[in-house]
């Protein structure tokens, strides 16, 4: 099937079209409730709308003349509405007819039972994952712990600022394979090496937040797929019941399968990965705890239903057979070419991607976390990432929260010059190709008062009150 359908919900609550209303050829307003949008995924990406009440079943309108009122809301009730306030999109960002679209397969009540505020907020404590390429090859020598003890940044300390200061209450710790397993090829955990990660996993428990250990190798072991050609399931089977067995008493501890797997080409035998995963948490005895599962295209939230995740990753389920805590992990950031990679942000996301992927979350009863996200600190970037944070929040039923990227070894640009030289030569060249990063979220320390970046500070930060901001 070349196109998949998402039908999605936009905004709160169930207020009916108002009878004059001009719909036609004109995009509502997101905050108000009119309408679902459905969303077509082709070669190229497009909008119709779509305008059932909220209480009916979702259909889809061929053109925009039966979003008109009288057609395909006609026994709407009227009720003023905020439409004055819609923001209008040019007309040629909408294809003038839609093609044929599948029925929707969901006719689960869509009403949101969000609460409007996220209950996981965090940032990206990186270091320990220096050194791997998203080829999957890592070394372990590359890994650079972001901490002091280890000549590291005092990642310790910034999240003690993030919690105490800012509100955060989840840290994400990025570690490579080959850390772990010292190189090896192999699911045995090096307990050298595990015992520094644990360092920083204990100062992130020891703030109270939740702690996410993140497996930083795009689903590969130096360059080679797991379970298509790389290490078999049985082997990163074993990597997590280590890691779970360290951790199985650890209630905050959330585990995160895999960050970003892509171009994998089998996302059925991925997703059979990902339970072998699951299944070693829990028979571990880790069997409360959250588990975070990856899908392909980098983890993309915008094309997680899209591309097959969505529906491969739905068959992972505990050894009970229930889903109780299986989360899906995905990543969206909001530059030019969804990179995270460019200080300009030009989106928030909200209609090609949250939009969507909340409406099909609340439809399978199911929950997502969005575990890296981020930009630059520049206006751009403040105004559409605290709008997707709005977003998110106001779909809190559905998304447990973001994860900014990132901070720990990072050096934000306007605080690169700032960054005291710490230790040996080597350090200092490898501080080097670090500062400067541009998605940088480290604070900076000066005496006992530490200084966000303008991003966290305004936005990523929960104290800012972006997500009760606007959406638009
Ligand atoms: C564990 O890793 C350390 C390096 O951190 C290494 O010296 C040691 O030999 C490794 N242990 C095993 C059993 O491989
Ligand atoms: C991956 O996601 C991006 C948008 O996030 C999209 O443009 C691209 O086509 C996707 N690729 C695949 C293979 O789905
Ligand atoms: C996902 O995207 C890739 C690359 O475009 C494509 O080959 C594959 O068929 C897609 N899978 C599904 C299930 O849509």
């Known amino acids: 099937m070349s196109f998949l359908t998402i039908s999605l919900l936009l905004g709160l609550g169930a207020v009916a079209v108002q009878a004059q209303s001009p719909l036609y050829g ?47 809301s006609s026994s709407s009730t009227a009720k003023p509405t905020s439409t004055a306030s819609s923001t209008s999109k040019p ?36 270091g320990f994952d220096f050194g791997c390429n998203s080829d999957g090859s890592c070394t372990a020598s590359g890994a650079w712990p972001p901490l002091l003890k280890y000549y590291g940044h005092d990642g310790e300390g910034q999240m003690q600022h993030f919690v105490n200061d800012d509100g955060f209450n989840t840290f994400r710790l990025p570690v490579g394979w080959q850390f772990l397993t010292n190189d090896a090829m192999s699911g045995t955990i090096n307990q050298t090496n595990l015992a520094k990660y644990d360092d920083l996993v204990q100062a992130c428990l020891a ?19 797991i379970g298509q050609g790389g290490p078999s399931n049985d082997v990163f ?12 008493s650890e209630s905050k501890v959330i585990f995160g399968v895999m960050n970003e797997p892509h171009d994998v080409p089998d996302i059925n035998l991925w997703a059979q990965s990902v339970q072998a995963a699951v299944t070693a948490i829990r028979k571990a005895g880790a069997t409360t705890q959250l588990i975070l599962l990856p899908g392909n295209n980098w983890t993309s939230a915008q094309t997680f239903v899209s591309n097959g995740s969505g529906a491969a990753l739905m068959k992972v389920v505990n050894p009970d057979g229930s889903t109780t805590g299986l989360i899906f992990d995905v990543h969206k950031y909001l530059d030019s070419d969804n990179s995270g990679t460019n200080s300009e942000c030009v989106t928030n996301n909200i209609e090609e991607a949250w939009a969507p992927l909340a409406n099909w979350l609340r439809c399978n009863g199911r929950q997502a976390f969005n575990t890296e996200t981020g930009g630059g600190n520049t206006a751009s970037c403040i105004q559409y990432l605290c709008q997707q944070i709005a977003f998110q929040a106001q779909n809190s039923d559905v998304f447990l929260g973001y994860v900014g990227w990132a901070a720990g070894n990072f050096d934000p640009s306007e605080f690169a010059l700032l960054s005291p030289i710490k230790c040996s030569l080597s350090l200092t060249v490898r501080r080097s190709t670090v500062s400067g990063y541009v998605l940088g979220e480290t604070p900076t320390q000066s005496g006992s008062t530490w200084t966000d970046t303008s991003l966290v500070k305004s936005c990523l930060a929960p104290n800012s009150g972006s997500q009760s901001g606007p959406t638009s």
């Open 207 to 225: 703030t109270g937040a939740s702690c996410i250990v993140d497996v930083h190798n795009y689903a590969r072991f130096n360059g080679q797929i």
């Open 26 to 72: 004109q995009w509502l307003d997101r905050r108000d409730n009119l309408c679902f949008w459905s969303y077509l995924r082709g070669f190229q990406p497009m909008y119709v709308r779509n305008c059932c009440k909220l209480d009916q079943p979702v259909t889809f309108c061929a053109d925009y003349s039966q979003c008109l009122p009288g057609v395909a």
């Open 91 to 126: 007309a040629t960002s909408v294809p003038a007819t839609s093609t044929s679209a599948p029925s929707p397969t969901c006719s689960a009540s869509l009403t949101s039972r969000a609460t409007g505020k996220l209950s996981h907020v965090g940032i990206n404590i990186a």
């Open 237 to 248: 089977a074993q990597l997590w019941t280590g890691l779970a067995t360290k951790y199985a």
